[in-house]
């Protein structure tokens, strides 16, 4: 089963694999904690199985190769595997893969890293999946790295510092804009808006998380002959749509029903995607 990270008496080493070992220790030097050194992933283990792994690790792999990362994606499978035995229905499974101490400064000394896989509970959210969502335009900007789009590395303190104010304004998520103004995503979600029968998300050239769901989705309109634009977004077009929904791929799609004090319904575009992966989300 997985058990609760936020309780320290619960999370013991059935739930955590520190190199493939039962174990909650790794090095204070870690460079993944001292600089965010680092790259992650967080997938849905449903059904006895772990939702589009060979995705995530595709995702896991770019990002690896980028940073100068050595990581073993059948050692990390064989993790998932081992942790998603434990649990019981279903769960969330985060694999962290972060450069071991070593190099002075910034500058790394070598490319070996150490990788964590640990498991939680599922979290809620099946009541927004239905009803529906209420966020809003957080004030914190996602800064311009074209480098670094679309990875998941573990330099995160942008996405922090919205989820914080977004906890204090008791909402469960909301949507980040670029420096430009422009709209980019979620802090853990991908955007998508409809106009006039029309599918339209962030392109994330510059900044910004490419997620699997969103991956999946773009697949799906490829299939049903939906057409599906990636450019930039303003907070004038994604207020004027007329649907607006976000994804991930483990609470899967949330349509939005009002951004700040514009009310949004809830679009026959977005019931048609939630339709398509409700086997997925709800089997």
């Given at each position: 089963m997985a058990l609760d990270p936020s309780n320290p008496a619960q999370l013991h080493s059935q739930s955590l694999l520190v190199n493939g070992r039962r174990s909650r220790a790794v090095s204070a030097l870690s460079r993944g904690l001292a600089y965010g050194d680092g790259v992650f992933e967080t997938l849905l283990w449903r059904?006895?199985?772990a939702l589009w792994l060979e995705d995530h690790l595709q995702r896991l792999a770019s990002g690896c190769r980028l940073l100068g990362l050595e990581t073993d994606l059948?050692?990390?499978?064989?993790?998932v595997a081992q942790l998603g035995r434990t649990i019981d229905s279903a769960g969330v499974i985060k694999i962290v893969v972060a450069?071991?101490?070593g190099g002075?400064?910034?500058t790394p000394s070598h490319s070996h890293s150490d990788r964590v896989v640990a498991s939680f509970p599922a979290p809620g959210g099946d009541n927004y999946?239905?009803?529906g969502v209420r966020i809003d335009l957080c004030q914190q900007r996602l800064s311009p790295q074209p480098t670094l789009a679309g990875i998941k590395h573990l330099n995160r303190l942008e996405q922090v510092l919205a989820a914080r104010e977004l906890n204090e304004r008791s909402l469960p998520e909301g949507l980040m804009l670029d420096t430009t103004s422009a709209v980019v995503e979620g802090t853990r979600s991908n955007l998508f808006i409809v106009r006039d029968g029309r599918l339209?998300?962030?392109?994330?050239?510059n900044c910004g998380v490419a997620g699997i769901m969103r991956q999946r989705l773009l697949a799906s309109c490829d299939n049903s002959g939906v057409v599906a634009t990636l450019r930039r977004l303003s907070v004038a077009e994604v207020l004027a749509a007329d649907e607006v929904f976000l994804c991930n791929s483990v609470f899967?799609?949330?349509?939005?029903?009002a951004i700040g004090c514009v009310h949004k319904p809830i679009g026959a575009l977005t019931r048609q995607f939630q339709q398509q992966f409700s086997d997925v989300f709800h089997a």
């Amino acid at each position: 089963m997985a058990l609760d990270p936020s309780n320290p008496a619960q999370l013991h080493s059935q739930s955590l694999l520190v190199n493939g070992r039962r174990s909650r220790a790794v090095s204070a030097l870690s460079r993944g904690l001292a600089y965010g050194d680092g790259v992650f992933e967080t997938l849905l283990w449903r059904a006895g199985e772990a939702l589009w792994l060979e995705d995530h690790l595709q995702r896991l792999a770019s990002g690896c190769r980028l940073l100068g990362l050595e990581t073993d994606l059948i050692a990390i499978e064989d993790d998932v595997a081992q942790l998603g035995r434990t649990i019981d229905s279903a769960g969330v499974i985060k694999i962290v893969v972060a450069r071991r101490a070593g190099g002075r400064g910034y500058t790394p000394s070598h490319s070996h890293s150490d990788r964590v896989v640990a498991s939680f509970p599922a979290p809620g959210g099946d009541n927004y999946w239905q009803h529906g969502v209420r966020i809003d335009l957080c004030q914190q900007r996602l800064s311009p790295q074209p480098t670094l789009a679309g990875i998941k590395h573990l330099n995160r303190l942008e996405q922090v510092l919205a989820a914080r104010e977004l906890n204090e304004r008791s909402l469960p998520e909301g949507l980040m804009l670029d420096t430009t103004s422009a709209v980019v995503e979620g802090t853990r979600s991908n955007l998508f808006i409809v106009r006039d029968g029309r599918l339209y998300t962030p392109d994330l050239a510059n900044c910004g998380v490419a997620g699997i769901m969103r991956q999946r989705l773009l697949a799906s309109c490829d299939n049903s002959g939906v057409v599906a634009t990636l450019r930039r977004l303003s907070v004038a077009e994604v207020l004027a749509a007329d649907e607006v929904f976000l994804c991930n791929s483990v609470f899967g799609i949330w349509p939005v029903t009002a951004i700040g004090c514009v009310h949004k319904p809830i679009g026959a575009l977005t019931r048609q995607f939630q339709q398509q992966f409700s086997d997925v989300f709800h089997a």
